[in-house]
């Protein structure tokens, strides 16, 4: 069964702008990984950030982390038209070693 | 990064056919790898983990019958849908892990389109 959820399901902004997408899950969790979808294909990691960590950066990816709220939220900076895809958050559930998707955020950047 | 293949990339068969989706890691040794379905605007759901040299893992409400799995050695999953039927068109995606489970990102194949006319 899908653990997350995320939001907004969708989100448009214009090319430069930051885009933030949350994800929030139901259980107490290892991990937490962020990837990224682009349309028809695999899947490509962005982030993992762990339980006991409260804030990851990569470039231009900031993931934070709040298991008290059971959530997480990615913030892409300076946004391009080559972010459009699809992002989802994915927890593996503390005790399995199996990870769950969230709904998954469509982002477009309009250039 | 590890790389994880997948083949065929897209297929399109007749109703009532079986088809055999492979999934292969090309640069590490997975003991497990991880078969997820994901339809048209939705998310990945998972359906089964592979173990190598044992019974795969079933979620719950997935056809064991239905989608035979194989893990037969450290670098090949196999995902048969057997008896197909256009319900079952859908993009199938693998998953595996080089490190211990838990320890860190999934690597995914570039996923099998299937179409059942």
């Known amino acids: 069964s899908q653990q997350g959820e995320e939001d907004p399901q969708a989100l448009s902004i214009q090319e430069g702008e930051n885009a933030t997408m949350n994800c929030s899950y139901k259980?107490?969790?290892?991990?937490l990984q962020w990837y990224r979808q682009n349309s028809g294909r695999g899947l490509v990691h962005l982030i993992l950030?762990?339980?006991?960590?409260r804030e990851k950066h990569s470039g231009r990816l900031r993931v934070t982390l709040d298991t008290s709220k059971k959530s997480s939220s990615l913030l892409i900076t300076a946004s391009r038209a080559a972010d459009t895809a699809s992002y989802f958050c994915?927890?593996?559930?503390?005790?399995?070693?199996?990870?769950?998707f969230g709904t998954g955020t469509r982002l477009k950047v309009l250039a | 990064g590890a790389v994880v293949s997948q083949h065929p990339s897209w297929v399109i068969c007749k109703s009532g056919t079986s088809v055999k989706i492979e999934c292969r890691s090309l640069?590490?040794?997975?003991?497990?790898m991880f078969w997820y379905r994901q339809f048209p605007k939705q998310s990945l759901m998972l359906m089964a983990t592979?173990?190598?040299?044992?019974?795969?893992?079933?979620e719950q409400g997935v056809e064991k019958d239905k989608f035979l799995i194989n893990h037969a050695s450290l670098t090949l999953s196999t995902l048969t849908v057997t008896s197909a039927h256009p319900e079952d068109s859908s993009f199938y995606i693998c998953?595996?892990?080089?490190?211990?489970?838990?320890?860190?990102?999934?690597?995914f194949g570039e996923g099998s389109r299937l179409t059942v006319l």
């Open positions: 998953s595996a892990s080089p490190g211990p489970l838990g320890s860190g990102e999934l690597f």
């Open positions: 259980t107490s969790i290892n991990n």
């Open positions: 950030i762990r339980s006991n960590e």
């Open positions: 994915a927890t593996q559930r503390r005790g399995t070693y199996k990870y769950i």
């Open positions: 640069d590490f040794q997975a003991t497990t």
């Open positions: 592979s173990n190598e040299g044992s019974k795969a893992t079933y």
